[in-house]
């Protein structure tokens, strides 16, 4: 008798465990049904920018290329037209002048960039930009561009090769401590991907040009020095006995 009562008892308390069960998940339908709302919502959204960046991403590729296509297109100047003939045209995707095709580049670079700003392909846009920009000699205007790029870049290659570029362009400008504080920043950073040799040579110059003659001597130095076998090394020793005459 003990026994069929004891079964008994666990047949009620699994009938209560079972009921409760079911009440809970009565009570917690809507509150499950908002949950699974609010999943379909996520994956909508994380779908919706996965997709808006994958977009983006390739419309940033299509306007860098653009830009390239015609930095890297080729010069092929005119030809003298033959007496009573008409001047030749130039030929399809070529330029006539190197600074005609970088007149063609620049804007291209600079829409690019100011189009798709924080994408890697904004900020190479904007370093090819800067790049043009001191090569024409307006430094104002590339050191402006090689200071966007720093500041978008973190530390990527682009941001180091924008920090050399704004030091050249400053020393245009006689913005000697200025550039000798970036060159001197530069060949300090052991995680650099510059080569060394022509940072060390560029701040020679840069201390020469501000009038420093021995600082500059030891940048010239450590180039010779350091690195004989450099592309560099006979710059660095003609400018190290110049130096050493002042």
Not at 47 to 62: C, K
Not at 66 to 79: K, R, T
Not at 103 to 124: C, H, M, S, V, W
Not at 146 to 172: S, W
Request: cysteine-free; hydrophobic content about 45%.
């Amino acid at each position: 008798m003990k026994r069929i009562e004891r079964h008994k008892l666990k047949e009620n308390e699994f009938a209560r465990t079972v009921a409760h069960a079911r009440d809970l998940l009565e009570t917690r339908k809507r509150d499950f049904g908002i949950v699974a709302i609010i999943l379909v919502v996520l994956v909508i959204v994380v779908g919706g920018m996965l997709v808006w960046r994958q977009s983006r991403n390739a419309s940033a590729d299509r306007a860098l290329a653009a830009a390239i296509a015609i930095y890297e297109a080729p010069v092929v100047p005119l030809a003298a037209p033959a007496p009573g003939s008409p001047a030749p045209l130039p030929q399809p995707g070529t330029y006539t002048t190197e600074d005609a095709k970088l007149q063609a580049a620049l804007p291209k670079f600079i829409e690019a960039a100011d189009r798709y700003p924080n994408t890697g392909q904004g900020i190479a846009a904007r370093f090819h930009a800067a790049a043009i920009l001191a090569g024409m000699r307006r430094d104002s205007e590339a050191e402006q561009r090689y200071q966007e790029v720093i500041a978008k870049a973190g530390r990527t290659i682009y941001a180091r090769t924008a920090k050399l570029g704004l030091a050249d362009v400053q020393v245009a400008q006689g913005k000697y401590d200025s550039a000798i504080n970036i060159y001197t920043e530069l060949s300090r950073d052991a995680d650099s991907q510059l080569p060394l040799d022509s940072i060390l040579l560029q701040l020679g110059r840069a201390y020469g040009r501000a009038g420093r003659k021995e600082e500059a001597a030891r940048a010239f130095n450590r180039v010779v020095s350091e690195f004989p076998q450099s592309l560099y090394a006979a710059d660095a020793r003609r400018e190290l006995e110049e130096a050493k005459k002042s």
